[in-house]
T-cell receptor, first 114, second 113 residues
Framework: GENVEQHPSTLSVQEGDSAVIKCTYS??????FPWYKQELGKRPQLIID?????GEKKDQRIAVTLNKTAKHFSLHITETQPEDSAVYFC?????????????FGKGTKLSVKP | DVKVTQSSRYLVKRTGEKVFLECVQD?????MFWYRQDPGLGLRLIYF???????EKGDIPEGYSVSREKKERFSLILESASTNQTSMYLC????????????FGQGTRLTVV
């Protein structure tokens, strides 16, 4: 089955710096790669996603890149703010009789210091 | 506004008890999931269902079963609760069409004593 590896497990940056979180996946048939943000005590919520026919997607300070050949994708947050502090999860969806089955990485705890 | 609602926020059960965790979604989603969240281990898939009465095992199905008798409701069952099942349980749902966003419930913090 699909396996998603996520690095780093913790990341601390100064306010205004950039943050990068990287994920790799094993199933070359996966074609949907979302990123979720989970603030303390709250449910995970989608912040950005990318499909396999696109190499990069940007939404204000957040961008995601996908390299299908290398089977890795990354989340980039620019001009970080204290409210960006949270746990971020990447995920991948494999095909093959399992529609929409999301497999998650182990998460990255991002701390943005003011 | 999508709503995924889990029946309990906090639950304390005794070892050996049969435990039911209920999840209801109001968006007519085909897919529903149960995840377990533990520190350092992320979100691990227990079971998911892509249609009524259909279910597939995730990565950690041992000790759990599920039921999906109606499209909007997906139940997680711990047949005989054990202390190592103490965890946060998250339900989610998504539309089958075109790989779309999964919406999560608020979570159930289960403690087995």
């Amino acid at each position: 089955g699909e396996n998603v590896e996520q690095h780093p497990s913790t990341l601390s940056v100064q306010e205004g710096d950039s943050a990068v979180i990287k994920c790799t996946y094993s199933d070359s048939a996966s074609n949907y790669f979302p990123w979720y943000k989970q603030e303390l005590g709250k449910r995970p919520q989608l912040i950005i996603d990318i499909r396999s026919n696109v190499g990069e997607k940007k939404d204000q300070r957040i961008a995601v890149t996908l390299n299908k050949t290398a089977k890795h994708f990354s989340l980039h947050i620019t001009e970080t703010q204290p409210e960006d502090s949270a746990v971020y999860f990447c995920a991948a969806t494999p095909y093959g009789g399992s529609q929409g089955n999301l497999i998650f990485g182990k998460g990255t705890k991002l701390s943005v210091k003011p | 506004d999508v709503k995924v609602t889990q029946s309990s926020r906090y639950l304390v059960k005794r070892t050996g008890e049969k435990v039911f965790l209920e999840c209801v979604q109001d968006m007519d989603h085909e897919n529903m999931f149960w995840y377990r969240q533990d520190p350092g281990l992320g979100l691990r898939l227990i079971y998911f269902s892509y249609d009524v009465k259909m279910k597939e095992k995730g990565d950690i199905p041992e000790g759990y079963s599920v039921s999906r008798e109606k499209k909007e409701r997906f139940s997680l069952i711990l047949e005989s609760a054990s202390t190592n099942q103490t965890s946060m349980y998250l339900c989610a749902s998504s539309s089958r069409q075109g790989n779309t966003e999964a919406f999560f419930g608020q979570g159930t913090r289960l403690t087995v004593v």
